[in-house]
């Protein structure tokens, strides 16, 4: 499924009177639009890529506001902000809540439970125009459970950053407009310098600080931080400020018929070809944007342009603009009916067919949308007679999801407080695998963790590294430890990914009973072993940082996982290089733990036993397809004086097979992971093969 995340938005522009609005009226615009559209509704169905639609939609409504308000201040109306914002909310909120309960109405029937606590959050993020930093907050961290490019609400994320700059444009008018009445004051009686300070000249110079210091941005972080700036409402202010700068423009710009249908033939062929040629998925916002929005600038630019063979004559075809007074509701709605349907097939990408039909209902619901949602409450006279009357729809709209979303939440954390209360004999989890167990597990127990739950199932480690064992390095800047001991009786390093982390919520507690120091390095899915070309640059990098400072800060033992587990055949082998990666610690006289990889599968294991319960065929997995038949460990033994090699796989399966669930506790909390909670209940056998194997007391 494509992760392209995109946006787009009705006209935004108050143009005044009737009269007013006919005239401003520009055709090829709402085609343009609609165009835009089309093209993230296609490369999100079909193409799985980064089409650059989103930043054409920012654009245009920069440009149809700027179009708006600099009228408004130039024909000395007032601008009446407060009533500005209310009527805006009051055109946007109401589809927006239509869809977002038609959504949760999905997500409830389709989605598994463990989906569920991140699209009520979305959905409040969404209501609140904040779903981009939500998702900023989320996109940079390797460890959270990543829903973002499977939730039916993350297209929210534009319409969010649109929200917040329909906020903020207005004060940049209104304070452009009370300083040049301020400097007019100011210059008293020179009149001829009065009159040159023109109001668009003075906006120009505002948006113009405002597109380079934001492209700059953009640019420096996209750079260093993608997956955050992507998000970052900083890092998209040029493209509004872009669109502004245009609007203020285009009625100076006056190129001859020859050269409007070069402009806009060029400008349609850019920016129909951005996603195709240009891998951009990975460079947006940075500068690669000015290539979607400069083309859409470009038709803008040619305008209406009085010939047969302008693309005006495309961009005002009818049907094209009908698309186009359309495109809000078609954006609310595509991206929803993809996911949730891709969800509740149970593939991964539609073919011809399911695309277009997923099409076709967008189309469907978009135009149902607009017909009896938008047009008919943007049409209401009772509130456009007073603004506390826009206030009371506005708020009437917020009540109506936010009673479902408050009232389902408070449901799950019910549920999560009477999981967690249960008596622990009914949840041993690893326990129950114990040979001579004599505990029974209740299968009417609940299930635990809850799946609100399951985002928190991280391995806790107490914080960043302190005192001596900061890393100079800067690529170890992420070096966590758990709180020292009064009496430190050994230190020890853990080496490696989240699989090396996960076993930390027995690691950690262990440690702390018997005085021993841990400090972390860790770099998402980057297994610890020597140099390799099965790793990246990066994760090579990492690993050589991680061995310098072992072998600068000579700890008692390093931990580190010993084989490496894979999705499909041959399901697991000794980890690259790994005898090569610890040599150097045992020849200084460390210690090495290694412990064996946990299974890895092709699908999400507490998903499939809320689909379809935990005695499921699916959900138990046969050994042979999760594990080596013979543990790549064996390998290893013998060869490295100091190596101590740790197995605790019967823990995780048992008679052939590899459960999700053991014990009444989840086994693991997406395809990979252990849970923090099934670990935990590990700590026993754990200890007791961690001393046995090393002879530590």
Request: with cysteine; proline share 6%; aromatic share 10%.
């Amino acid at each position: 499924m494509s992760n392209e995340r995109t946006i787009a938005g009705p006209h935004t522009a108050d143009a005044g009177s009737p009269a007013r609005r006919k005239s401003s009226y520009r055709p090829e615009v709402q085609g343009l639009r609609a165009l835009a559209v089309l093209m993230v509704v296609t490369y999100h169905v079909w193409l799985g890529r980064v089409s650059g639609g989103v930043d054409i939609f920012l654009l245009i409504s920069a440009f149809l506001m700027t179009l708006s308000f600099a009228g408004k201040v130039e024909s000395g109306k007032p601008l009446r902000l407060l009533s500005h914002w209310l009527h805006l909310l009051k055109r946007l909120l109401p589809a927006v809540v239509v869809v977002i309960l038609g959504v949760l109405a999905g997500t409830w029937a389709i989605l598994p439970e463990s989906r569920w606590p991140d699209v009520l959050d979305q959905a409040w993020a969404s209501l609140l125009y904040r779903q981009n930093w939500l998702l900023a907050d989320t996109a940079v961290d390797y460890y959270a459970q990543d829903h973002s490019g499977a939730s039916p609400l993350q297209h929210f994320w534009s319409l969010s950053i649109q929200g917040q700059v329909f906020l903020l444009w207005p004060l940049v008018f209104a304070g452009a407009a009370l300083l040049r009445k301020l400097l007019c004051r100011g210059l008293g009686r020179w009149t001829p310098l009065k009159d040159r300070l023109n109001y668009r000249v003075l906006l120009a110079v505002v948006f113009g600080a405002i597109f380079v210091a934001s492209l700059l941005y953009s640019i420096q972080q996209t750079a260093t931080n993608q997956a955050y700036a992507y998000f970052d409402t900083r890092a998209r202010l040029w493209e509004f400020a872009l669109g502004s700068l245009l609007a203020l423009a285009v009625p100076y710009l006056k190129p001859g018929r020859i050269l409007r249908v070069a402009l806009g033939w060029t400008g349609l062929a850019a920016m129909l070809s951005c996603g195709l040629l240009l891998t951009v998925d990975r460079s947006f916002p940075g500068f690669i944007a000015l290539w979607p929005t400069l083309a859409a600038a470009a038709i803008i630019v040619a305008g209406q342009s009085g010939s047969r063979f302008g693309v005006d004559r495309f961009l005002t075809w009818k049907p094209l603009v009908a698309l186009g007074d359309n495109s809000y509701a078609l954006y609310l709605w595509h991206w929803p009916l993809l996911v949730l349907a891709l969800a509740g097939m149970g593939i991964s990408s539609p073919n011809l067919v399911q695309g277009l039909a997923i099409v076709a209902t967008s189309v469907v619901l978009a135009v149902l949308t607009t017909r009896f949602v938008e047009k008919p409450l943007r049409e209401w006279h009772w509130p456009q007679r007073r603004a506390w009357r826009n206030a009371v729809v506005i708020v009437a709209c917020g009540a109506l999801l936010a009673g479902p979303v408050s009232v389902w939440q408070s449901k799950l954390m019910a549920e999560e407080a009477a999981a967690a209360s249960q008596p622990r004999e009914l949840t041993p989890g690893a326990a129950a695998l114990s040979p001579g167990y004599a505990g029974k597990s209740t299968p009417d127990a609940k299930i635990i963790p809850a799946p609100v739950a399951m985002k928190n199932e991280w391995a806790d480690i107490d914080g960043l590294c302190t005192d001596e064992n900061v890393p100079s390095d800067p690529l170890l800047a992420g070096c966590l430890q758990n709180s020292r001991p009064d009496t430190v009786t050994k230190r020890i390093v853990v080496l490696g990914d989240s699989h090396a982390q996960q076993y930390m919520a027995a690691l950690g507690p262990i440690a702390r009973s018997h005085g021993w120091e841990v400090v972390t390095l860790l770099k998402g899915n980057c297994r610890f072993g020597g140099e390799s070309a099965d790793r990246d640059a990066e994760c090579n990098a990492f690993n050589k940082a991680s061995a310098e400072y072992v072998l600068e800060h000579r700890p008692d033992a390093v931990f580190t996982v010993a084989s490496q587990t894979y999705k499909d055949a041959p399901f697991e082998t000794e980890v690259p290089q790994y005898l090569e990666g610890i040599k150097p610690f045992t020849d200084a006289g460390m210690e090495v733990v290694g412990v064996r990889d946990n299974p890895r599968f092709s699908m999400n294991m507490p998903e499939c036993v809320q689909k379809n319960g935990p005695g499921a065929p699916e959900c138990n997995v046969p050994l042979q397809e999760s594990l080596a038949e013979s543990s790549p460990l064996d390998a290893y033994r013998g060869k490295v004086p100091g190596l101590h090699l740790m197995d605790l796989s019967d823990f995780i399966c048992a008679g052939g097979i590899c459960p999700a669930v053991v014990g009444n506790v989840y086994v693991y909390k997406d395809d990979n992971h252990l849970t923090k909670t099934y670990v935990q209940s590990m700590i026993p056998m754990f200890e007791q093969r961690l001393l046995a194997s090393t002879g530590w007391t």
